[in-house]
């Protein structure tokens, strides 16, 4: 298979039984966040789609029962249990993650959340788990990736000034917070206006309004979904990108099937997450050449960063019970497979991932500018920056405000 | 300063349009219709197919004088998206709404959130669960208005000023000076005594419950060719905002309605830039302050309901 | 007679205390609804049914039994009860989060009396209002109160507090730690003692004069202040007793979820939900809401693992039971045992319900297809 | 000819009564609240229906207007069946009808009041001139020509009355029906009013009325029907039977 | 004593009441009639003395008596339920029941009222015993033993009259309004009604304040007689008035002398 190479194979005389391996995703299925969760879910059943075509993980087959996480994150967990998943992968939300690590610890059924990105869940919250992931890189990282970005594009010197345009939730609140204090840590810059819009709302141009009459040099938006769509068409529309130098946009990339030729056009840098389009380079490794075709022709969409999401959960399960196979000859105990995921690391056509030992994934991050691909109808980055893990993320371990504060 | 009052009537506008329809049915049905935001939602998705299909036939605007061609196919696909909105709410009405005219209003709420649930998965059936968006804003913001307002700013938000203006005089014309609108004002004020003229009430409330789905749709419509998306789910809010907005005016007032809307409008779009941690709750905060004042609301009753 | 047993309109009644009388069905519906409430974890370890959205539904249905006091007699739809239910939630998790209060009883006392405070706050600007702008007024409150909420800090945004006192294990509930199952089950017994209790008090309210007195001003306002009735006062009461109802359940619900973020608890929706549980169960009942809260919850949680069009499937049930359960699901069940007692007698009415059924159908679909004649073509 | 005579489709005026009900027996909400009703009103001819409060007189109106359910019997008009009909088609065939309580479309104007019907039964009424149909009313009550445009909720108990005698009549009925007109009006009001329907009269319509004050009734009518509980229990000359002991006994219950 | 003073009331241009000053209940045990016009502003009277209409101008004011020495309280700004518990009872020209409640149920809410247990968690089916036995007092002073299981809005309209009338005797009143409370009850039950009214009067020195449009009752039995007209007081004083005053019979019954 794929994932083995060799002779002697440690997995062809393992004890594992021959009954496939349950699990379970739960995340955004419909309505405004299935921008998101519908990525997800195209990305584990990729992943799942190819570890079956690949013999299974040593050698068992894997199927992957997906529900609406909704509000009912606890319940969904819980049934997905009582259902006698192996494993379960998701939320999206970051409430609902963080809700479920403890019942996680208490369950002792692995989960590997897509996102759920609470930036003090693993650092400060939860700092000593067993069974409870998540593959998303640090959310520290998409903020931070945009900061550097900002800087790579316009130079410390001539930032001055930068806004916010973000949704009003915990996510947007957090994103801000990260990218003001990197930002004004690296180049001094002044906040001159920060505008928190409903999440899913129908109108942001009061918000771009005060953008422009502020015209700073750095926009950052955490925006995503149609929140991305509906910034970039009223920005345009408004003016907003003579009045501004940059847009930083981590998450609008999300967007990137939703977008036209016309809204891409414009100083906007997105990327951050799993970037995994041109950069890192694909050409040699089949996995990831075959992929966007492969996405395009299953599922006529280009794959996004929550399509790593899902797809980097399960990858990143799979690839430690193939390792804990091999390791112990037999199939692992939920307690062990959840030791030889820390510190694990594997290959997605996004790259090279570690999970941490704080539990929480590490890669590097990807910038680009936002552009449009004739290729794939969709919109795509250009001229992208790599930043490494370790200069956008900190070492497990530390906390974030603190390690920012000591750049 | 100008600008954010722009905004607010764009917002406006755009809540006005989805508002008169809920008014319009509760004033002479006296149906709380919970399914009404679903209703816009379905005028958001059927503009995103028949707005995309009409949109495909002609080329995307190159100068002014196309910018205004493109707008005017684009507008006419929405009127064309919104009528679908009219059997549909007709058949509604007529299978599921009418049965229960009579029974306590409580169970209105309940069959109207069933519909509501219902709706919803229709569309998901048709359209799939992700967001759709047809992509002409762009387009029609080519028209030059930016002109004529003396500074920068999207046509496409004038134009919806615009068209909200015109479905308000349209409504108030309907319901004041023509004959058939004036029947369906009497069938609200007094349903047996309409009978006892020769008004099929029956047909009567089909008609209105199917004019408030229009503009229900229409104003789906207007956003999903603005520069918002039809998404599942995207009727909830807008639900909530519409109670707003014809509590705030005094139920069943059209006129209400309208000052209703452009209130929350202009309210929140000067009051988010300086106090962005209130966008979310001034509807609610003009809402509780106007009916402390005037516990029915700004404009008197119009209909049977006091 | 014994002390249990009272003769009331020729038929012999169990008599609970003072006033409160059970005919021989009543009893022998509680004794099985009592059996069955504690049998729920072991009837959904055997049938595969999700405890957790049982234990859900009951806490929602709790809530909902109070909501019913004012819609039931005083005749007012709130819209806005999950505040209650939220700040109840809200009040237990603060505690624990913020105060490491460590006691799940202490927890749910800090969720009640702050439910309560809010009830009283609220009920004194809405008790004058009537009909729809009562509804929109309470709505109005919830919204803001959750916006408020939203954007503070203090409760961590829409992510939310964790009822975690210690941040990693539940609260103690009788002083005692329990491990995860243990905690689950302890408090799915509370949950059936309080709801039980509840009940009882309810009843207990909706029998003396005051709950008279409520009827009263559900009926006619301007007769029950004519007859000396304090009109805004008593619904302002009755309001903040439905309200600790709220508080009650939202309280038990951080104690379950041991996580308390906005969207479940204080949006809007979940009043429109905890309203329409009171509706379909029958809000003519006393324990209707209860099943009617259990029922709705269940279908909403339950329903996205075996169908792909859950929404339409719940929605469809509930425009089913508007339609042929007239008085809900607990208010229709002397009818329909009246019913099927005459079926068992007469099958040949049977066939007769079929064939209602079928031309009820038949007209819906003719008048609906003459409606989309008219408006398509304008012809009739 | 006055443009308020009957409708075009007024039929030959055989021998067939105009509206003929026979055996009515009437619903509320499960209750039956007439039992075999029968009664007749010819061409040109005033009818009263009179009996105490409750005994069944507005009940019998409604359910000839369709708007109380029936469960037995037929009612006829030129010999066609009402009940086989849609509610809104009866007022269309001929029946103009003044409810007990004023009903009136409040909001709207009286002018708006006496338009309403035609613009809703006009053309199966046959009439062509809107215009001259509402001024005929207007000079009817010529009381009502300077509150033209005063909205209805704004009129005395009179002027109401009178508009909403006034909007069955703007729909050049057959037969006028007139559930207690004179009802809860001042004396002074009462003998106008009683002119007005002898007017209407005279315009070859007939008309039916209910009343619970025996009194007024040989004033105004040619027969008059006697209901007690639902049931009808006499009739014949109006003079001859109000001064009867009998039924002045059964009357004493009424009404103001 | 309860004295209207100045009171006004205005709806728009109309003047509804129009500076009116009366006392009622001079003597204890006095019967007002109180007649005139459609539209006069009688019921609009009853209504600012009840607290139901705020008045626009001028006051309502009860007389009383401590150790001795007179007292007037002036209750303009009392809401009803309180003037209730004063002693001040109305019923209503148009029924105000409780509709969904039976007749007992109806007079049980008013008496447990007036008892001031309307706060008691005591269930209403066990051990208000006094309670009970006024209920079937009231009953059978009205007439109404029969109906009393009967759902309020089933009742023909005069037993509803009826059990409106019966539910403000219920409340023990001092001044007792009420508004025509013989209109559409029929004769024989008329003589209940105005005989009930008469016993409580001479009985218990209820004050009591009728509005009448039934002539032949006025005469027979007013104390005294006050006739409204265009919202201001017309006539005040002995019921032979209806004789004798031909003004006063043009406008009340439309007869030129
Ligand atoms: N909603 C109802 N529920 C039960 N009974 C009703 C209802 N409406 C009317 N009734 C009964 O029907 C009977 C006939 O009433 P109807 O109104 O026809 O009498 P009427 O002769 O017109 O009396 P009135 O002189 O008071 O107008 C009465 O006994 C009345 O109590
Ligand atoms: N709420 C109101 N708004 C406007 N006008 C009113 C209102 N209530 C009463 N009126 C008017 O005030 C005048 C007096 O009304 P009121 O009810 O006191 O008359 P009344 O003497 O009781 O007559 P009736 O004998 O017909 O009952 C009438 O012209 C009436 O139309
Ligand atoms: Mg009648
Ligand atoms: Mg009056």
């Not at chain 3, 709130?78 to 237990?92: E, K, L, M, Q, R």
Request: hydrophobic share 45%; proline share 4%; net charge negative.
């Amino acid at each position: 298979t794929e994932l083995l190479e060799g002779e002697d194979d440690p997995l062809a005389d393992a004890d594992v039984p021959d009954e496939p391996v349950e699990s379970g995703l739960q995340t955004f299925t419909e309505g405004a966040p299935s921008v998101l969760g519908v990525q997800a879910r195209y990305g584990a059943e990729t992943a799942v789609r190819r570890i079956n075509e690949n013999d299974g993980i040593a050698g068992r087959q894997m199927n992957l029962d997906v529900v609406e996480e909704s509000d009912a994150y606890l319940t969904n967990y819980q049934q997905f249990v009582d259902d006698g998943k192996d494993v379960t992968f998701g939320p999206i939300s970051s409430s609902g993650h963080a809700e479920m690590v403890p019942e996680i610890e208490a369950q002792e059924v692995i989960n590997v959340s897509t996102d759920g990105t609470v930036t003090t869940l693993y650092e400060e919250d939860f700092p000593d788990v067993t069974y409870s992931f998540r593959f998303q890189n640090h959310d520290v990282m998409e903020a931070l990736a945009a900061v550097e970005q900002a800087v790579e594009v316009l130079g410390a010197d001539s930032i001055d000034t930068y806004a916010g345009i973000n949704p009003n939730y915990a996510f947007g609140q957090d994103e801000m917070e990260l990218f003001s204090a990197g930002i004004e840590q690296l180049t001094g810059a002044e906040e001159v206006y920060s505008g928190f819009p409903d999440l899913g709302t129908g109108d942001m141009s009061t918000h771009i309004t005060e953008v422009n009459s502020e015209a700073p040099d750095v926009v950052f938006s955490s925006c995503w979904g149609g929140d991305a769509t509906l910034l970039l068409e009223q920005g345009h529309a408004n003016d907003m990108f003579d009045a501004i130098d940059v847009l930083v946009g981590p998450v609008l990339y999300g967007s990137a099937n939703d977008l036209s030729e016309d809204l891409v056009r414009g100083p906007i840098y997105s990327g951050s997450r799993n970037f995994y389009w041109g950069e890192p380079s694909t050409d040699r490794w089949s996995p990831a050449a075959d992929l966007v075709d492969e996405v395009q022709s299953e599922y006529g969409v280009v794959p996004t960063a929550h399509f790593m999401s899902g797809y980097g959960a399960v990858t990143a399960w799979a690839t430690a019970a193939e390792k804990a196979v091999r390791l112990l000859g037999r199939w692992p105990e939920q307690e062990e497979l959840a030791m030889v995921l820390e510190n694990h690391g594997f290959f997605t056509p996004a790259g090279y991932h570690t999970i941490g030992a704080d539990h929480q994934g590490y890669s590097n991050a990807h910038f680009g500018e936002l552009t449009w691909s004739d290729e794939h109808d969709a919109a795509a980055l250009a001229n992208v920056n790599v930043f490494a893990a370790k200069n956008v993320s900190p070492p497990p371990g530390e906390i974030s405000a603190d390690w920012i504060g000591s750049w | 300063m100008l600008e954010h009052v722009l905004n607010g009537l764009y917002y406006g506008s755009v809540l006005f349009m989805i508002a008169s329809g809920m008014t319009i049915i509760f004033g002479v049905l006296g149906i709380l219709n919970l399914a009404h935001g679903e209703l816009y939602a379905l005028g958001a998705f059927c503009a995103f197919s028949i707005v995309g299909f009409f949109a495909g036939q002609v080329a995307a605007p190159t100068g002014p004088v196309t910018a205004i061609v493109f707008a005017l196919v684009v507008l006419a696909g929405s009127l064309a998206a919104a009528a679908v909105l009219l059997p549909v709410g007709g058949a509604l009405e007529a299978t599921f709404v009418r049965p229960i005219y009579d029974r306590d209003e409580v169970y209105q709420l309940l069959l109207t959130y069933g519909l509501l649930l219902v709706l919803t998965d229709v569309m998901k059936f048709v359209w799939g669960p992700s967001p759709v968006d047809v992509g002409v804003f762009s387009g029609i913001n080519e028209i030059p208005t930016t002109e004529l307002v003396g500074f920068s700013y999207p046509s496409y938000n004038v134009l919806v000023i615009l068209i909200g203006v015109a479905v308000f005089g349209w409504l108030v014309w309907f319901f004041d000076r023509t004959k058939t609108g004036r029947i369906v004002r009497a069938t609200a004020i007094n349903r047996e005594m309409s009978t006892a003229i020769g008004v099929s009430t029956d047909r009567m409330f089909t008609l209105v419950f199917a004019i408030g789905a229009f503009f229900a749709g229409f104003g789906g419509a207007m956003v999903s060719i603005g520069p918002g998306s039809a998404s599942l789910g995207m009727g909830l809010r807008w639900l909530v905002l519409s109670f707003v907005v014809i509590v705030i005016g005094g139920l069943g007032s059209l006129r209400g309605a309208f000052v209703g809307a452009l209130l929350v409008g202009v309210s929140s779009r000067i009051v988010t830039p300086y106090f962005p941690q209130l966008e979310l709750a001034v509807p609610f905060l003009l809402m509780v302050l106007v009916l402390l004042v005037r516990p029915e609301g700004l404009y008197g009753t119009w209909g049977e309901i006091q | 007679m014994s002390r249990f047993l009272v003769d009331r309109d020729g038929e012999t009644r169990v008599r609970l205390s003072e006033g409160m009388e059970l005919t021989k069905t009543q009893s022998v519906l509680a004794v099985v609804g009592l059996v069955v409430l504690f049998a729920v974890p072991d009837i959904t370890r055997l049938t595969g049914l999700s405890f957790q959205a049982i234990h859900r539904g009951i806490l929602f249905g709790l809530a909902a039994v109070g909501l019913n006091l004012l819609l039931r007699h005083t005749e007012l739809v709130s819209f806005g009860h999950a505040a209650f239910f939220g700040v109840g939630a809200y009040g237990a998790a603060v505690l624990a989060s913020h105060f490491e209060v460590s006691s799940g009883l202490l927890l749910l006392l800090g969720g009640v009396l702050a439910a309560t405070t809010i009830a009283v706050l609220i009920g004194y600007f809405v008790s004058g209002y009537l009909d729809i702008y009562f509804a929109l007024l309470t709505l109005a409150f919830n919204q803001v109160l959750y916006a408020f909420v939203l954007q503070s800090g203090y409760f961590n945004y829409s992510d939310g507090l964790s009822v975690r006192p210690d941040g990693l294990n539940p609260p103690t509930l009788f002083g005692l730690q329990w491990t995860s199952t243990g905690y689950d089950l302890i408090l799915y017994y509370f949950t059936v003692v309080v709801l039980v209790g509840s009940l009882l008090v309810m009843w207990k309210l909706v029998n003396s004069p005051f709950g008279r007195a409520l009827d009263a001003i559900g009926q006619d306002r301007t007769r029950a202040r004519f007859v000396g009735i304090p009109v805004e006062k008593y619904v302002w009461i009755a309001f903040v007793i439905s309200g600790i109802y709220g508080g009650l359940a939202g309280g038990l619900f951080a104690l379950l979820q041991l996580h308390v973020s906005p969207d479940p608890t204080l949006y809007a929706f979940v009043s429109g939900e905890i309203l329409f549980m009171a509706i379909l169960g029958g809000f003519g009942t006393l324990v209707g809401p209860v099943v009617g809260g259990v029922v709705l919850v269940y279908l909403l949680i339950q329903a996205p693992f075996y169908v792909e069009y859950y929404n339409a499937v719940t929605g469809l049930v509930l425009i089913g039971v508007v339609l042929f359960l007239p008085e809900g699901i607990l208010g229709s069940v002397p009818k329909i045992g009246t019913g099927l007692a005459r079926r068992r007698r007469d099958p040949g009415l049977l066939r007769d319900d079929i064939a209602a059924i079928g031309s009820s159908i038949r007209r819906g679909v003719t008048r609906a297809v003459t409606t989309v004649r008219i408006i398509v073509f304008g012809v009739n | 000819m006055s443009t308020l005579g009957p409708g075009s489709d007024a039929g030959p005026g055989g021998s067939d009564p105009l509206l003929e009900v026979s055996n009515l027996t009437a619903t509320v909400e499960g209750f039956e609240v007439t039992h075999g009703i029968d009664l007749e009103v010819n061409e040109g001819e005033a009818v009263a229906l009179v009996g105490r409060n409750g005994a069944g007189k507005t009940s019998t109106f409604r359910s000839i207007m369709g708007l109380t359910p029936v469960a037995n019997g037929s009612i006829r008009l030129r010999g066609e069946e009402l009940l086989d009909m849609r509610p809104e088609r009866i007022p269309k065939r001929g029946i103009g009808y003044q409810p007990e309580s004023r009903d009136l479309f409040t909001g709207m104007t009286v002018e708006e009041n006496f338009r309403l019907p035609v613009w809703t039964a006009g053309k199966a009424r046959g009439i062509e001139d809107e215009d001259a149909v509402v001024e005929d009313v207007f000079d009817l009550f010529d009381e009502l020509e300077e509150r033209r445009d005063a909205e209805v909720q704004n009129l005395s108990g009179g002027q109401g009355k009178m508009t909403a005698i006034g909007r069955a009549l703007a729909l050049r009925p057959d037969l006028l029906i007139l559930d207690e007109p004179l009802e809860g009006l001042a004396p002074v009001v009462v003998e106008n009013v009683k002119s007005y329907i002898r007017e209407i009269i005279d315009r070859d319509i007939s008309v039916l009325i209910a009343e619970s004050n025996a009194s007024h009734v040989p004033e105004i009518v040619d027969r008059m029907y006697v209901i007690e509980r639902g049931e009808i229990v006499d009739s014949g000359d109006p003079e001859a039977l109000s001064s009867d002991e009998e039924i002045q006994m059964l009357m004493q219950g009424g009404g103001e | 004593m309860l004295e209207a003073r100045d009171l006004r009331k205005e709806f728009g241009e109309l003047r509804a009441t129009d500076d009116v000053s009366l006392t009622f209940g001079e003597t204890a045990g006095e019967m007002v009639f109180i007649v005139g016009p459609n539209g006069a502003g009688k019921t609009t009277l009853i209504n600012l003395l009840t607290g139901l209409l705020e008045p626009d101008q001028g006051s309502v004011v009860v007389h009383g008596e401590e150790n001795g020495t007179p007292v007037e309280e002036d209750i303009t700004e009392m809401a009803p339920e309180d003037r209730v518990k004063q002693g001040l009872v109305r019923s209503f020209q148009i029924v105000h029941v409780f509709e969904e409640m039976t007749v007992r149920e109806n007079l049980r809410v008013a008496v447990l009222s007036r008892h001031g247990k309307t706060l008691s968690m005591r269930s209403v089916d066990d051990g208000h015993e006094g309670v009970e036995r006024e209920i079937d007092h009231l009953l059978a002073q009205f007439r109404l033993e029969d109906v009393q299981h009967e759902v309020a809005e089933t009742l023909p309209h005069g037993d509803r009259k009826l059990l409106d009338v019966a539910m403000s005797f219920g409340l023990d009143p001092t001044y007792l309004l009420l508004d025509e409370p013989t209109a559409g009850v029929a004769t024989r039950e008329k003589e209940y009604v105005i005989e009930t009214i008469v016993e409580a009067s001479e009985a218990d020195g209820v004050t009591t304040v009728t509005i009448e449009h039934d002539m032949d009752l006025v005469k027979e039995y007013a104390d005294r007689l006050v006739v409204l007209h265009e919202g201001a007081v017309f006539r005040e004083g002995d019921p032979s008035l209806l004789e004798t005053d031909s003004e006063l019979r043009r406008v009340l019954l439309g007869v030129d002398e």
